[in-house]
């Protein structure tokens, strides 16, 4: 028989190999030319194979704030960037996903748009800290809460007592919840002003509640090595980072701007270096890009919107610092597949689906306008040549993003923890 699609000659774990696909599973990965031609094969000579990213950490906005982002064109940005699955954030959406009427609403916006594949956090706030079971058997990956304003009056934050009836029910249901981590009792009292101590304070009160409830914390976009280092004092916790607080520091954001703004802020240079080494410690569990875009108009003004997008050049940063190796960068951009329990997902290996990134690791590309996809195409990076260009992303053994564009139709499926999502040849095989 033939093979759907073979990729020959690609770089993997530093060998050329052949990877086998069949109805978007990987069947095989062979040694360079021995996997044959499939019905459609990919030259990959000179390209490294990378597993598609799961980025757990994005704020699509859609449905209700499509101007924001909006599935198509942040699904095209991931695919550009080798993320084959996205975990959208439920704050931004209208309303935001904190009933099970709102994931069906969700699921629905994404699957008519997205080309890559898709899960969700639920919200977790003050007013359904008591009813969570409806939300938690709809399909979400876990619960998502803020210990600060979100920005969104619908979206308010929990107190103890409500985290604490979230996390309880979080663990009976086998998922985790993920913290916004700052204690508003230590902001200025204009809120610009957001101490390392305001990142501490939280991680050690979330991870003291997670103790006690005997839930899984995951700590979202640390910015502070002293929280990563809080956080680590606590069982079943886990901590992501993003690409900016990585790469940039205070003096960047305040040449950049409201660019460069985000919540938490950027820190001093010593930190930066410091996450550096836990992230290649394993002391930091994930990174995740937090794209949170805005239209144009909410960056200008007294009170700029604080959100950076980066879904699509998350690779290429971690690539640019020099400090990680390509596995780190894999197991980093991975490890959301565990946390999510999102079956089949975050390695190149037979059984998984197929997601695939081919990337040139020694080509450049100058971040900008005519480069970036998402709808509003404004990063912290615009005019930075950065490397790693990602010619192919493949979902589920189909051919995405090539060459600069989308090459599918919407197909993304909605993901549930522990089940995985059907092609939909298998699904005719079955009937």
Known sequence: MTADLVVRGGALDGSACDIVVEAGTIAAVTSAGAGGRGARTIEADGLTVLPGAIDAHVHFDAPG?????????GSLAAAAGGVTTVVDMPIDSHPPTIDAAAVRAKQAAAAAASIVDFAFWGGLVPYNATSLDALLGSGVVGLKAF??????????PCGPDELALGMRAAAAAGLPVAVHCEDPAHFSPDQRDRPVASEVAAVALAGSLASTEGAALHVVHCSSADAVTEARRWPATTVETCPHYLALNDADAARIGPDAMCCPPLRDEENRRRLHALAASGAIHSVASDHSPCPPEEKEGSTPFAGVSGVETSLSILLSLGTLSVADIVRLRTAAAALCQLRGKGAVAPGYDADLALVDLDARWVVGPDTLHSRHRRSPFVGSTLPGVVATTIVRGTVVYEA??????PQGRFLVPGRRAENPRAMEANR
Do not use: I
């Not at 704030?65 to 064109?73: I, K, Q, T, V």
């Open 147 to 156: 210990l600060c304003e979100s920005g969104w009056p619908e979206f308010p």
């Open 404 to 409: 600069g564009a989308a090459a599918a139709d």
């Open 65 to 73: 704030r499509d101007e924001w982002e909006g599935w198509a064109s």
